[in-house]
T-cell receptor
Framework: QKEVEQNSGPLSVPEGAIASLNCTYS??????FFWYRQYSGKSPELIMF????GDKEDGRFTAQLNKASQYVSLLIRDSQPSDSATYLC??????????FGTGTRLTVIP | DVKVTQSSRYLVKRTGEKVFLECVQD?????MFWYRQDPGLGLRLIYF???????EKGDIPEGYSVSREKKERFSLILESASTNQTSMYLC??????????????FGPGTRLTVL
């Protein structure tokens, strides 16, 4: 079973703080990883992907990948109330499919 | 911008009805996917297609079928709708370059209620 595990939350952080979202995966063959944001009642939208060990930054977002530990994380700096959403982690073990975690609900408190 | 559209945002059907959900993408993507999303269960893959007339079963294909007659269009069919198929249905599409970063882009979703 190709599993992706996320803490369902809710994770609450004050406005301006760093939000840290974590994800582990079971399939060592997974090559790339994706973070999606999903607002309530809406469809997932891509934030960023990562496939090399280390950090990848895009604006206020930083994705971190540690393949040895099978661990992916997403940091959101200077969190804003508009960041309040569910964040989905997905792993790509094969050519086409993604396996999604159940998501972490983030609430940013003004 | 990638655009994936779905035929309905909300749909209410009766048990036993045949239901068609349509998805269209305008970016010439080879891959198309159908997921359902339920609270606590996350996104689960029903079927995907990597080419016209080609289809592969996902994790939960039972009770569903699909059709892909044109590259831009992927249909999900519930042959005889049941109440346990009440869910949010999401269509997605992606390129198929074989690279690590082929990204799936989602449509707005169809919330189906089966009474």
């Amino acid at each position: 079973q190709k599993e992706v595990e996320q803490n369902s939350g809710p994770l609450s952080v004050p406005e301006g703080a760093i939000a840290s979202l974590n994800c582990t995966y079971s399939d060592r063959g997974s090559q790339s990883f994706f973070w999606y944001r999903q607002y309530s009642g809406k469809s997932p939208e891509l934030i960023m992907f990562i496939y090399s060990n280390g950090d990848k930054e895009d604006g206020r977002f930083t994705a971190q990948l540690n393949k040895a530990s099978q661990y992916v994380s997403l940091l959101i700096r200077d969190s804003q109330p508009s960041d309040s959403a569910t964040y989905l982690c997905a792993a790509r073990p094969g050519a086409n499919n993604l396996f999604f975690g159940t998501g972490t609900r983030l609430t940013v408190i003004p | 911008d990638v655009k994936v559209t779905q035929s309905s945002r909300y749909l209410v059907k009766r048990t036993g009805e045949k239901v068609f959900l349509e998805c269209v993408q305008d970016m010439d993507h080879e891959n198309m996917f159908w997921y359902r999303q339920d609270p606590g269960l996350g996104l689960r893959l029903i079927y995907f297609s990597y080419d016209v007339k080609m289809k592969e079963k996902g994790d939960i294909p039972e009770g569903y079928s699909v059709s892909r007659e044109k590259k831009e269009r992927f249909s999900l069919i519930l042959e005889s709708a049941s109440t346990n198929q009440t869910s949010m249905y999401l269509c997605a599409s992606s390129l198929n370059t074989g690279g690590y970063t082929d990204t799936q882009y989602f449509g707005p979703g169809t919330r189906l209620t089966v009474l």
